[in-house]
């Protein structure tokens, strides 16, 4: 096959001017000294550029590389499948949890009526997920790793129920796996990373469930957007303000619904779980 060779000298051109600004960057950063403050934004711009010319050259290259390499030793992948596990598992009401051995991951699903939840309602996205660590890390047997899970999903129960001028514990309801000792954390990270959970504290909008309480010595804390939209915890009650209005919340909510749409059955989950593991 010919090549045309203006579009090869307009590469080699293309080439030789990239090379240029590269040493008068080189220069100019050098000499410039820059501060913490001004050389974080410019470190952003230079890795960007760098993810790109990576991806150039991948694309440069006859043979097609993977997108990743399935690696059963990370951490990451054994996350995965640990979740997957868990969505396996039956759902069962929050009112009724019972007591069992087992520390682990869990998640909590939300299928009544209030307004600002519909969108997750009676859907397979859970509302809140979470880990139980063992009583002792090197736990072998659920009876060493206490009864973990059951004690942190009775706790959310407890909190729930307070809320009852929003809430009805009736309308919640909660899958659990016991994992071996060590793993919680990774499923967990994956969890949240598939399901993007708005009571969880990465997704930056209903945070708070969790929380014990603040000392009487630092009550001056603002209060959770949890508390904001749930009142019901006394604690919570004598927090003079809110840490983001319930108009803010709304429209955080309403942003990530559309940008992160419920999955409506097992079926959708399973397929974003294997979408995720293809290659190429």
């Not at 090549?3 to 950063?29: M, Y």
């Not at 959970?197 to 990465?202: A, L, T, V």
Request: glycine share 6%.
């Amino acid at each position: 096959m010919s090549r045309n060779p203006s579009s090869i000298s307009g590469v080699d051109s293309a080439i030789a001017q990239l090379q240029g600004n590269l040493d008068k960057l080189v220069e100019q950063s050098d000499s410039a000294g820059l501060a913490a403050n001004k050389r974080r934004p410019v470190e952003k711009q230079i890795r960007k550029i760098i993810t790109q010319l990576s991806g150039l050259l991948d694309r440069l290259d006859p043979i097609r590389q993977p997108t990743a390499i399935f690696d059963p030793s990370n951490p990451k992948i054994i996350g995965r499948f640990v979740s997957l596990a868990l969505v396996a598992q039956s759902r069962h009401s929050l009112g009724d949890i019972g007591q069992f051995y087992g520390s682990g991951v869990y998640a909590i699903y939300y299928t009544g009526p209030y307004h600002a939840y519909l969108p997750i309602s009676k859907s397979e996205t859970p509302i809140y997920v979470g880990q139980a660590a063992p009583a002792i890390p090197s736990a072998r047997t659920p009876m060493e790793q206490g009864a973990k899970l059951c004690k942190r999903l009775a706790e959310h129960a407890k909190n729930i129920a307070k809320a009852n001028t929003t809430l009805s514990l009736d309308d919640f309801e909660f899958r659990s796996l016991v994992v071996q000792s060590g793993w919680e954390s990774a499923a967990e990270d994956y969890l949240i990373h598939l399901f993007r959970p708005i009571w969880n504290s990465e997704t930056d909008i209903l945070y708070g469930l969790g929380k014990h309480g603040d000392a009487a010595t630092t009550r001056a804390n603002k209060r959770s957007p949890w508390d904001t939209l749930h009142p019901g915890r006394k604690w919570a009650a004598a927090t003079t303000e809110d840490g983001r209005s319930a108009s803010r919340i709304s429209s955080d909510l309403m942003s990530h619904f559309a940008s992160h749409r419920a999955f409506p059955d097992i079926e959708a989950v399973l397929t974003s779980f294997i979408e995720e593991l293809r290659q190429v």
